[in-house]
């Protein structure tokens, strides 16, 4: 949770959780949200508990944990395995879905469709499905989506957004966020948060940075254009270094303006589980976050909010913490 100052505890129990998080992704491809939700509550509650699962009794002790759920966690905590998750594995449609969500811009019910109409295989897609440009661009970089970049790679690509960044608007801020913020050992993608002290430059990089980046072959596929939300401007796409045998990788680039920054670089750094239990706290301070700003005074009924509250200026990551009456956590922190 976010209320914690405490460097996060070793999993123990990371071999449950494990096969609980595949679990997760074939519900996800299915469509089945709440079965996925469920199990994703089941992996935050275990991965805070202190200690091994030594009993049945234990499992089904934990809060959100019942009979079935229990009855899972203790066949993997006995046996190392769960049947359920062989079952799956040997069914060929769930693979073929699991599969096809993994395509960059196909969700479950793209997949659903394609399983229809008789596709089994990535190679089926290319040749007889009628695909977007996104499911193109996914295809045929399919095996390089699903590969995590080591870290190191991560940072080269910051530097030449940064050179290039900082060679169109001297002293503009461009910081690398996300899992490599966070201190992972392998990246999914890069998330580069851009902004400029002065409150105004950062209007005009968008698309010059993105022009000379495509210039130079860095950029080679657009995913998503300069989708607008707000203040901020989107870009996702896919990058390749330079030199031989270099993968192609998945880049967000999000121009913000300055007095966004602070909450802009919360949101992007994440965890998106972080970023979840940041809002629930605010919540129960009658406050709101997203990655625009924090705000307070925010009225709520049920699930609608009639008041949208007012704006409390937080310039920097600090400030957020301290709006919320949490002790700051560092970046390395916030993976739960
Ligand atoms: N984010 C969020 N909710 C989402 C998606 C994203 O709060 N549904 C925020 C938190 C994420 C950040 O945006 O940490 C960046 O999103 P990524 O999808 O790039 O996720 P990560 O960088 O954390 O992981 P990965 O290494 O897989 O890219
Ligand atoms: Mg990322
Ligand atoms: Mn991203």
């Not at 008789?118 to 190679?123: D, E, L, N, S, Y």
Request: hydrophobic letters at 30%; one cysteine or more; proline letters at 5%.
């Amino acid at each position: 949770c976010a209320q914690s100052s405490k460097s996060p505890k070793p999993n123990i129990n990371k071999h449950i959780t494990d096969k609980l998080e595949e679990m997760v992704k074939t519900y996800e491809s299915t469509n089945d949200r709440w079965r996925a939700l469920g199990y994703q509550k089941a992996i935050q509650t275990l991965r805070k508990h202190p200690k091994e699962i030594s009993s049945w009794e234990e499992a089904k002790s934990l809060p959100g944990i019942g009979t079935r759920l229990a009855d899972k966690i203790w066949e993997i905590a006995q046996s190392g395995e769960l049947r359920k998750l062989k079952e799956f594995e040997s069914d060929e449609e769930l693979q073929v879905l699991k599969m096809f969500t993994n395509v960059w811009g196909a969700g479950p019910h793209t997949a659903q469709v394609w399983y229809q109409q008789g596709f089994r295989t990535i190679a089926d897609l290319q040749q007889k499905a009628h695909l977007n440009h996104q499911q193109k661009v996914g295809i045929r970089l399919y095996d390089d989506f699903l590969d995590r970049m080591p870290r190191e790679e991560a940072a080269e690509i910051e530097r030449v957004v940064k050179n290039v960044a900082e060679s169109i608007q001297p002293g503009i801020i461009a910081e690398i966020c996300g899992s490599y913020r966070r201190g992972q050992a392998t990246c999914g993608d890069v998330d580069v948060l851009i902004t400029h002290p002065d409150g105004k430059s950062h209007k005009n990089i968008f698309h010059k940075l993105l022009a000379k980046l495509k210039e130079s072959g860095f950029l080679t596929d657009d995913l998503v254009s300069a989708e607008e939300t707000g203040n901020q401007k989107k870009y996702m796409g896919v990058c390749r270094l330079p030199g031989p045998n270099r993968k192609h990788r998945r880049i967000d680039v999000i121009v913000v303006p300055y007095n966004e920054y602070g909450c802009a670089l919360v949101y992007f750094t994440g965890s998106a589980h972080f970023n979840r239990s940041l809002r629930h706290l605010c919540k129960k301070q009658n406050m709101s976050l997203n990655e625009h700003a924090l705000k307070q005074g925010v009225v709520r009924k049920g699930k609608e909010k009639i008041h949208e509250g007012t704006i409390i200026p937080t310039p920097t990551e600090e400030d957020v913490f301290k709006v919320l009456k949490i002790p700051y956590r560092p970046p390395e922190e916030r993976d739960h």
